[in-house]
């Protein structure tokens, strides 16, 4: 019986053929991709981990330990029980001090009522502070701040709006300032550091980061912020996408040092605008301060 050369019965790859395969991994990747941005990151809590060192010169309080959480955006695309499970994951980590950098809420304060509920059970051993954001109220909310103000001092919460308190930690003093923030047209840098003495270590709790210039001639050894969600969105080589509506910051996520004040920039635990994450998931942070 004859051979039958069976090869030239296979589809071989043409042009057209290798289109089609392209085609449909692009679309099965930006699918996947889609489903995980929305459905996977958004929720894909990050405990970030950082150890600080400062100056013996601003007696820093060693052995210190800090949570920051900042920008929770309670809303219709941010759920009750997300954030108290956020909650639940910041009270493991059994810090000495809490702190959060505003952004409760997004555009309405009817999600006020509920923060009360979620945020009452956070657990500090030298207490819970915050400072506001834009969402919160203010002159770019279109709103009073006083509906969030009052559900977070219920829940337990000190709301430092450009003021300071004086804490010890192992009699090390150390001082935590609250800023109101800056698009919401509260931000009075004078009046917050009023009280604050130079020869005393001090956090600055300021939503927005654009304000570090703003402060740098204060006594603040910390910033803490929030505000840019690190643009939610981050692609490789490009970087943030700008996602959020801030205006170019410098400063979109991690840790800088601006002439010896240490400022850290929170990718934050919510979203706005849009309710995908992408290479930028959200964010519990937890600082220790070790010695230089």
């Known amino acids: 019986m004859e051979d039958k050369d069976i090869s030239n019965n296979k589809p071989g790859l043409t042009r057209r053929r290798l289109l089609k395969i392209l ?5 099965g990747a930006s699918l996947s991709g889609g489903l995980y941005s929305y459905c996977v990151e958004p929720y894909w809590l990050k405990i970030e981990r950082h150890k600080l060192s400062f100056d013996k010169k601003f007696n820093p309080p060693s052995g210190l330990t800090i949570a920051h959480l900042t920008d929770m955006h309670r809303s219709g695309i941010v759920p009750d029980s997300y954030l108290q499970e956020c909650v639940r994951k910041t009270n493991a980590l059994k810090p000495d001090l809490v702190l959060l950098t505003g952004d409760y809420i997004t555009w309405d304060k009817k999600w006020a009522v509920s923060l009360k509920e979620i945020l009452g059970t956070l657990q500090g051993r030298l207490g819970v502070f915050a400072s506001l954001g834009n969402h919160d109220g203010g002159d770019w909310a279109g709103f009073s701040s006083d509906a969030v103000r009052e559900s977070l001092e219920d829940a ?20 935590v300032v609250g800023l109101g923030d800056l698009w919401a047209g509260d931000f009075d840098a004078e009046t917050a550091f009023d009280n604050v003495d130079s020869d005393c270590f001090a956090i600055a709790l300021s939503h927005n980061p654009d304000t570090v210039s703003k402060i740098c001639n204060y006594s603040s050894n910390l910033v803490l912020c929030g505000h840019t969600h690190g643009g939610q969105v981050r692609l490789p080589l490009i970087g943030a996408l700008d996602i959020v509506p801030y205006h170019k910051i410098r400063y979109d996520l991690g840790l800088f040092d601006i002439r010896g004040t240490k400022l850290y920039v929170n990718r934050g635990i919510g979203t706005a605008m849009l309710p995908i994450r992408m290479l930028c998931p959200p964010e519990i942070t937890l600082f220790k301060f070790v010695e230089s």
């Open 23 to 27: 085609a449909g991994s692009f679309v």
């Open 156 to 175: 337990g919460i000190h709301v430092l709006m450009n003021e300071s308190i004086k804490l010890s930690f192992d009699d090390v003093p150390v001082t």
